[in-house]
């Protein structure tokens, strides 16, 4: 939601058709409210450093000449960093360099934050100063005056202000901010959430460290979100509410019934006199509006009549369907015909159900109507230092449509993400599951010795509960209207305490939303019945391929996982050269690696040869990588509807240089985790059972996939084609169908194989294709390790600014140019231009065959590209662009 001035999208070849519109339009004068962004130019210094008052600081002629530029939005952490005062604690061992908050005292972070504007108003005009996130607390001043009556306290609380009054007359304004870290930092002692204290306060639990993350040493204090000026000619139109109800059963194809759009909007007069107006929005060319009268200081939530949107265009997940927005524009007019204030609003029309399955005893979801099976990733937060962009938001989230995901849960010992995040799910088709902000670990499921309050205390955490609630009603304002908003949760593996989870449920959320489900925590058997006992998820360790096909876990897992260390590229990256050493099965790893959470991958790297050094062993880990999270989503999908309605993984990105659990680096470099997933997780998807070979398909459309051919190639390592096994089928909607056997073939192969599996259609165009290789009958690929060398021809048929269309060929004289990697890199520095998105990655190439890719990157401006290919057995080649 972000507010805009007043436009016209109609297009008209004259301006004097223009003006007729405008004048017959309810006379509306194009003078909306204005809002910018406070993020440049803002000064800092500790407050140990600063002996004066917020009130003298903001006063004219005060100096700052030696004051240090701060970044905001951002953390006291990322200005030292930014300003070259600590090391970069992403890197190697450097954390360990920076002074932690529980050892030096809260005073050590504790800044003043100062940042100069230019803003009057005149007549009825108000302004106001929007901070829509500040760790922990604060005081704001502003021209020698307290804003804030009260200290404002709480990381997930959006403020406002209305400081029309506090304004310099000549426009000259200072603003001064006085932050202060969390109450209760927290000892780093190596425990989830460290000594748990961190959970007394309403603060990022993951800043005092996890399994997967070291400490952040500030616990992400600063004004770490976005400031806003706006001003609005008198009245205050805030969060707008916009509820769809998509009745009936649908499909993403064809004429639609009418769907009801459900408005309302929150108006605040903060003048001293009544105003009389309407408060409306057009849609499709209609006008729905409602008469509103406020008084003088009058607060409160008007509804506007329901809409009948006519044939509506739905939203659907990714893999179901596309994913269109309507743009609506709320509108407060006065009697006059005069534009006050407007919200514009993004949404998409869909509408979100669930239901009990009885058969494998958990939820299973629905979308206008049609059965989801959940394909879910989970997500920790876009940057652990909070360094958010939208750009930034858009490739992670793309990254997980490419992973062929449709839902992101966003666990509970984080934040409630950015709107600019859950824009990209709605762009991108993927559901959200939300937590509120608890967990398990520190919110006292466990006996923890490393914590340093029992569990009947920490099972009170936060101290303050009437912050909670305040909080969580705000934020589910905040991103309420979001179609990709499907879930709310009350906590990662707990409950919150029992006077905020049934506020939440009872009253908040069916005041605020009424239209989400809301699970009390994350594995609760409301959600997937636990009957294997244990905690409800997992694992999160590498796990033979054949398990997850053979093994029955939990019905919904929301939580499975595995390993993740990135290519040679990745690790160069944040790992000291010295320190760049292959982990050994049965060893322990360097103490870098260990430092950056290392997890083993036991014995499933030597079938490949023992790695000769970390660039042998991230080629080999990455093989997998591939395998593992491939295998893993093939695994679930076989038992759609019959053991699953879903699963979560744990987990699909890394807010740090960690080396579990991600699909893609902290600088956005893919690996082959990403590209497995992507072909295990295909809405049509050809697959073989490990347990068995059979040849098995998953359907997850809607429809029937009628007159397929199934075919099954198997090749010896030197690709020559030594059976091909094929039958028509047809396979039903929303389903998992298993074909016939491929046993026989494989046995005749001593040293290793390929197997290839194509589904095609009635015009022989392939719907689905996966390449698997086998090993030899001792469980090793030695075939791989003996295979001759191959050379592939790179060439582009196309290269433009931010996209290429790349072919790789493999005469047919080759052997199998296996598992190739494809990067983008800046031919000068040889460094890799991030992100980057591949149609695929990690591909072979058999002899004889041809393979297209679509890459698309950020415009680069004047910056010399080269595509690099290296595979297991082609050597690495760059090829200069010529970008057009």
Not at 245 to 257: C, D, F, H, T
Not at 268 to 288: A, D, H, S
Not at 384 to 392: C, D, G, K, Q, V
Not at 662 to 675: F, G
Request: net charge neutral.
């Amino acid at each position: 939601m972000r507010k805009s001035l007043l436009y016209f999208s109609w297009s008209f070849k004259t301006p004097y058709l223009i003006l007729f519109v405008l004048v017959v339009c309810c006379g509306i004068k194009l003078n909306a409210q204005q809002q910018y962004e406070l993020n440049s130019g803002w000064q800092c210094k500790p407050l140990k450093e600063v002996s004066v008052s917020g009130a003298t600081i903001t006063k004219p002629g005060f100096n700052m000449s030696d004051w240090m530029p701060a970044t905001v939005p951002g953390t006291v952490l990322t200005t030292l960093l930014n300003n070259n005062k600590v090391p970069d604690p992403f890197y190697g061992m450097n954390n360990q360099l920076i002074k932690d908050v529980y050892s030096t005292g809260n005073a050590y972070y504790t800044y003043w934050f100062v940042k100069s504007f230019e803003q009057t108003a005149k007549g009825d005009e108000q302004v106001w100063l929007k901070l829509r996130g500040v760790n922990y607390k604060c005081e704001l001043f502003l021209n020698g005056n307290k804003v804030n009556a009260q200290t404002h306290e709480g990381m997930h609380l959006r403020q406002q202000y209305n400081i029309t009054k506090l304004l310099a007359a000549n426009g000259q304004n200072r603003l001064a901010v006085l932050v202060y870290p969390p109450d209760f930092p927290g000892a780093p002692n190596g425990g989830q959430g460290g000594d748990g204290t961190i959970a007394k306060g309403l603060t990022t639990q993951y800043t005092a460290g996890w399994d997967w993350i070291q400490p952040i040493r500030d616990r992400n204090t600063g004004i770490w979100d976005k400031v806003f000026i706006e001003k609005t000619n008198g009245v205050n139109l805030q969060n707008p509410h916009v509820i769809t109800l998509v009745p009936g059963k649908r499909l993403p194809a064809g004429k639609q019934e009418a769907a009801v759009i459900r408005t309302s909007g929150e108006i605040e007069n903060p003048l001293n006199k009544t105003v009389n107006g309407f408060l409306q929005y057009t849609l499709e060319g209609k006008t729905i509006k409602t008469a509103v009268q406020l008084k003088a200081g009058e607060k409160r939530v008007v509804k506007l009549p329901d809409f009948q949107l006519v044939n509506p265009k739905l939203w659907w997940p990714s893999g179901y369907g596309e994913q269109p927005l309507y743009t609506i524009r709320m509108q407060f007019v006065t009697t006059g015909g005069q534009l006050i204030d407007e919200e514009t609003v993004k949404v998409g029309v869909r509408e979100i159900t669930t239901q009990w399955n009885e058969r494998t005893r958990s939820r299973e979801n629905y979308v206008n109507g049609q059965k989801i099976f959940i394909k879910g990733g989970n997500w920790v937060i876009s940057d652990a230092m909070l360094r958010f962009s939208e750009e930034r938001y858009d490739a992670e989230v793309r990254f997980h449509r490419d992973m062929n995901l449709n839902l992101i849960r966003i666990w509970g010992g984080a934040i409630i993400e950015r709107p600019e995040f859950y824009e990209a799910c709605d762009k991108y088709g993927m559901l959200v599951f939300q937590d509120f902000w608890f967990s398990g670990d520190c919110n006292g499921k466990w006996t923890d010795p490393l914590k340093k309050d029992d569990q009947w205390t920490r099972r009170q955490y936060p101290d303050n509960h009437e912050l909670v609630l305040t909080a969580a009603e705000d934020q589910i304002k905040m991103i309420r209207n979001h179609a990709s908003l499907a879930f709310w949760c009350g906590g990662n593996e707990i409950t919150p305490p029992d006077d905020i989870l049934f506020a939440l449920k009872d009253r908040i959320l069916p005041e605020l939303d009424g239209t989400r489900y809301f699970y009390d925590y994350s594995n609760s058997n409301d959600m997937s019945y636990n009957f294997l006992g244990g905690n409800g998820d997992g694992p999160y360790t590498i796990q033979d391929q054949k398990t997850f096909w053979s093994f029955k876990t939990y019905p919904y897992n929301s939580e499975v996982g595995s390993v993740g260390v990135g290519d040679y590229a990745s690790l160069k990256r944040f790992i000291p050269e010295k320190n760049l050493i292959a982990p050994q099965n049965g060893k322990e790893p360097d103490s870098v690696w260990a430092y950056h959470k290392y997890i083993p991958y036991d014995q499933h790297v030597d079938p490949y040869g023992k790695a000769k050094d970390a660039k042998d062993f991230a080629m080999k880990a990455q093989l997998v990588n591939y395998d593992q999270y491939r295998s893993l989503m093939e695994g679930f999908s076989a038992h759609m509807w019959d053991w699953y309605t879903g699963v979560m993984i744990w987990k699909t990105q890394n807010p740090w240089t960690a080396m579990r659990g991600q699909m893609y680096d902290a600088y956005l470099d893919v690996n082959a985790c990403l590209y497995g997933l992507r072909k295990g997780g295909e809405p049509l998807h050809i697959m073989m059972n490990p347990l068995d070979s059979m040849v098995t398909i998953v359907n997850n459309g809607f429809g029937i996939e009628r007159n397929t051919m199934v075919q099954a190639n198997v090749y010896d390592i030197d690709g020559k084609l030594q059976q091909q096994i094929q039958a028509f089928t047809e396979v039903a909607a929303s389903t998992t169908q298993r074909t016939f056997p491929i046993n026989e073939p494989l046995k005749k192969i001593k040293n290793g194989a390929f197997v290839v599996l194509k589904l095609l259609n009635a015009q022989q165009k392939v719907l689905s294709e996966n390449l698997y290789w086998l090993p030899g009958a001792d469980g090793k690929y030695t075939g791989l390790q003996s295979m001759k060398n191959a050379v592939l021809k790179v060439e582009t048929r196309k290269a433009t600014k931010g996209n290429i269309e790349l072919i790789l060929k493999n005469d047919k004289a080759n052997p199998v140019a296996f598992f190739n990697r494809i990067a983008l890199v800046n031919s000068k520095t040889g460094e890799r231009i991030l992100p980057a998105f591949f149609s695929d990655n990690y591909l072979t190439v058999l002899p004889g065959e041809e393979k297209t890719i679509q890459i698309d990157f950020p415009a680069q401006t004047n910056v010399p590209v080269s595509i690099q290919v290296y595979g297991w057995n082609v050597k690495e080649q760059l090829l200069p662009l010529n970008i057009n």
